[in-house]
């Protein structure tokens, strides 16, 4: 539902910030605008930080630099040509110019990627071409992102698109492109917001709709489901009636559950907020017969097991194999919470198998399973990234578990 009439993320950025315990929002206006909130619902009233027009911006809070704490990137267009104009500021609201990318498509957006410590440009490929990505890495964001032109060999590499596995629109037949790919890094993985525009044939603005997708490396994705994970509506006057568009930053982690930030065009420009269950992109599911699930033969660090549980009259139980045959049984877990400790008969912990190659067998029964993981502290700390934070959190990734 909408919680800010002032403005739509565009990408932008939505973030909370641990220095002063605010939720922020920076958004696509006339100019850059902003404004801030105690939890991320009601927001106070919004303000130009920035003037010019722009076609698309993304907003990043790096909190490993003190000094350039928020850095951004406005896609503006000058004399036919179309570059990021990027920025460095301490507070999100004082900024200061510090460069330019080399010639990119509007809607163009980046992100940073910890598993390989880069920052990495997604760029809009080409102009009056099927709407893809490009792709273009950096370590410095001020001093890296200057490729040649179109068509010159040092011009950004082609990256990643729709296909034929995006559903087309039975009314339009029109083969879906990706307009655009907001990422950030979500426990121990990628997290990608994929925009896919399946065409725009009438008065109606582009029924664009945002899709999900995960990656190990930030290069390489998985999209197994092809559903609208932010859809559109087909009432004219929803919010949500056209161009559902993702923020920077993806999502934020509240409690024991997400914050998704997006956008749409039909009542107004409007940010809107969505939820869902924390972990909740997926799980495996157990009817009332109950079934088994054995992951591949893993290694861990850590000692204390954690699940991510619907199971309010079901329940899970787990074995740990070895090479030698089954080595330790949990007790029967039951309950419906995002965080919930797994015991073991005959044992404390897994410290004794850490390091150790081994397979997990969960049996679940009349229940859904999200997530497990295993943590060296008794709070079920995930030591995971947290996507653009959330209340409790003092960094990029989870370190208090039930602490929060």
């Given amino acids: ?8 993320v565009f990408s932008d950025g939505v973030w909370y910030d641990p220095k002063d315990h605010l939720f922020k929002l920076w958004y696509f206006g006339h100019g850059t605008g902003y404004t801030t909130s105690k939890d991320g619902i009601h927001w106070d009233p919004g303000t130009n930080v920035l003037s010019g027009e722009t076609d698309s911006q ?46 990119w498509g509007d809607r163009s957006t980046f992100f940073y990627n910890p598993f390989r410590k880069i920052w990495v440009i997604s760029v ?15 370590k410095d964001l001020a001093k890296g992102p200057y490729w040649g032109e179109a068509g010159e060999p040092q011009y950004p590499p082609f990256w990643i698109g729709s296909d034929s596995l995006d559903p087309e629109r039975p009314d339009y037949k029109i083969p879906c492109q990706l307009y655009n790919l907001d990422c950030v890094a ?54 949500n009636y056209a161009n559902v568009q993702s ?3 993806c999502c934020l982690v509240v409690g024991d559950q997400l914050y998704l930030y997006v956008s749409g065009r039909g009542k107004g420009r ?15 599911d157990g009817d009332f017969f109950g079934g088994t699930l054995t992951t591949r033969p893993v290694r861990f660090k850590g000692k204390y ?33 995002t965080l919930l400790p797994v015991t073991w008969k005959g044992a404390d912990d897994l410290s004794a198998l850490a390091g150790k190659p081994v397979q997990l067998r969960f049996h679940l029964y009349d229940g859904k399973l999200y997530s497990f993981w295993i943590s060296p502290d008794k709070s079920g700390a995930s030591h995971g990234y947290v996507a653009a934070g959330g209340p409790g959190f003092t960094g990029p990734v989870d370190t208090v578990g039930m602490a929060r």
């Fill in 270 to 284: 409007v940010t809107s907020l969505a939820t869902l269950r924390r972990d909740g992109f997926a799980s495996i």
């Fill in 124 to 138: 809009r490929h080409g102009w009056g071409q099927p709407r893809a990505r490009r792709y273009w890495e950096v």
């Fill in 305 to 337: 097991f954690f699940v991510n549980l619907e199971a309010p009259s079901g329940g899970v139980w787990i074995e740990v194999f070895g090479e030698g045959g089954k080595l330790l049984t949990s007790d029967r877990i039951k309950g419906d919470k």
């Fill in 186 to 239: 979500y426990e121990s993985l990628m997290l990608g917001l994929f925009t896919i525009w399946r065409g725009q044939p009438g008065p109606r603005e582009k029924p664009n709709e945002v899709c999900v997708g995960f990656s190990r490396d930030g290069f390489h994705w998985a999209r197994p489901d092809r559903r609208p994970f932010c859809p559109v509506s087909e009432a004219p006057g929803d919010w």
């Fill in 247 to 249: 923020a920077g930053g």
């Fill in 1 to 8: 539902n909408p919680v800010f009439s002032g403005g739509m």
């Fill in 58 to 103: 993304t907003v990043w809070l790096d909190l490993e630099e003190t000094s350039k704490r928020f850095k951004m990137i406005r896609s503006v267009i000058a004399s036919n040509d179309c570059r990021g104009q990027i920025y460095y500021s301490p507070d999100g609201v004082e900024w200061n110019h510090v460069g330019q990318t080399g010639s």
